[in-house]
Antibody, heavy 114, light 107 residues
Framework: QVQLVQSGAEVKKPGSSVKVSCKASGGTFGNYAISWVRQAPGQGLEWMGRIIPVLGVSNQGRVTFTADKSTSTVYMELSSLRSDDTAVYYC????????????WGQGAMVIVSS | DIQMTQSPFSLSTSVRDRVIITCRASQNIGTYLNWYQQKPGKAPKLLIYAASSLQSGVPSRFSGSGSGTDFTLTISSLQPEDFATYYCQQSYNTPWTFGQGTTVEIK
């Protein structure tokens, strides 16, 4: 069974960028898409976007999703960080048949503070 | 964007009680509705997909129903490990959106 393993916590300054990784362990992404979902402290879940690793890069405003097929790793880079970007960032595998997130990474805390 | 509204916001209940959580979509989403459980400090876990299909490995005390705009998640007999926050999510179109969550607490 594939597991998603994410990189560790980060502390960043406002205006900088952060790059979070998500590696498939025990398998590959196959043809699945990987979505990113974030959760601000004490708040609900917010879908950020998705990437299909076999297809490569996906840009959505301040967020860029990339994939390294050779290492079965996807990345989420968020630029021009603001304090309200402070959150736990999750990667999750998308079951495209139902649009459901069936496997999740453990989450990566990103703190934006001056 | 499709708005998802859950009720109640929180509920206090006891082990072996029956729990019903509702989720309403701002437009018809067919059965493109999924339910997740999240415990503090942990990632969400998929419970129900396509409104009523039980994810593999999830106990049968969890069930989902509904279509169109109104959906329910039912826990038939609450167990100690079920105290958590539950989220619905629509997958009808992007951006996929979640309800605000329902926290099930011990009475």
């Amino acid at each position: 069974q594939v597991q998603l393993v994410q990189s560790g916590a980060e502390v960043k300054k406002p205006g900088s960028s952060v790059k979070v990784s998500c590696k498939a362990s025990g398998g590959t992404f196959g043809n699945y898409a990987i979505s990113w979902v974030r959760q601000a402290p004490g708040q609900g879940l917010e879908w950020m976007g998705r990437i299909i690793p076999v297809l490569g890069v996906s840009n959505q405003g301040r967020v860029t999703f990339t994939a390294d097929k050779s290492t079965s790793t996807v990345y989420m880079e968020l630029s021009s960080l603001r304090s309200d970007d402070t959150a736990v960032y999750y990667c999750a595998r998308l079951d495209h048949r139902y649009g459901a997130f069936d496997i999740w990474g453990q989450g990566a805390m990103v703190i934006v503070s001056s | 964007d499709i708005q998802m509204t859950q009720s109640p916001f929180s509920l206090s209940t006891s082990v072996r009680d029956r729990v019903i959580i509702t989720c309403r979509a701002s437009q018809n989403i067919g059965t493109y509705l999924n339910w997740y459980q999240q415990k503090p400090g942990k990632a969400p876990k998929l419970l129900i997909y396509a409104a009523s299909s039980l994810q593999s490995g999830v106990p049968s005390r969890f069930s989902g129903s509904g279509s169109g705009t109104d959906f329910t998640l039912t826990i038939s007999s609450l167990q100690p490990e079920d105290f958590a926050t539950y989220y619905c999510q629509q997958s009808y179109n992007t951006p996929w959106t979640f309800g605000q969550g329902t926290t099930v607490e011990i009475k």
